[in-house]
């Protein structure tokens, strides 16, 4: 288990937070968990978004805010030809990743699934930067590839 799973897995539960936050009530929340119970496979979060409980914008607002890393508004991103260089266009397709941001050295990138550390392995060997990560909607960064 990497460092950055470590380090959330026992203090980060989206459910709690979202009911902490008043963004959902315990009782969506409850009904949600027997629903992902259901479904093999299930991230908590989308199935919130499916119910209609949560936007998808706000999971990925608390879950950048709990990781400690932006959420990024792909409306408000000027992206150009340097950006769009710095991650080779394989993996943008493949891993759905979308650079935003780049400097000397480094690169940012939106990704809609921030703990997936087989991403992050992959787009570390195949890039020569340090990766900074943001969180984007997934259908955002689908809609931008």
Not at 82 to 106: D, M, R
Not at 126 to 143: D, E, G, N, W
Request: with cysteine.
């Amino acid at each position: 288990m990497s460092a950055f799973k470590k380090l959330f897995s026992k203090s980060f539960l989206l459910g709690h937070e979202l009911v902490k936050r008043r963004y959902i009530t315990q009782d969506q929340l409850d009904e949600a968990i027997i629903i992902q119970q259901r479904k093999e496979g299930a991230r908590l979060g989308e199935v919130l978004v499916e119910l209609g409980y949560l936007s998808e914008e706000d999971r990925d607002k608390v879950i950048a805010d709990q990781l400690g890393i932006p959420f990024i508004d792909f409306d408000t991103v000027t992206l150009n030809d340097q950006i769009l260089a710095s991650v080779p266009k394989e993996l943008i397709k493949s891993y759905s990743v979308f650079p935003v941001e780049c400097g000397e050295g480094w690169v940012r990138l939106c990704v809609a699934e921030p703990l997936d550390d087989e991403v992050h392995a992959i787009l570390q060997k195949y890039t020569k930067h340090q990766i900074l990560f943001a969180v984007s909607k997934k259908s955002s960064i689908r809609t931008a590839i």
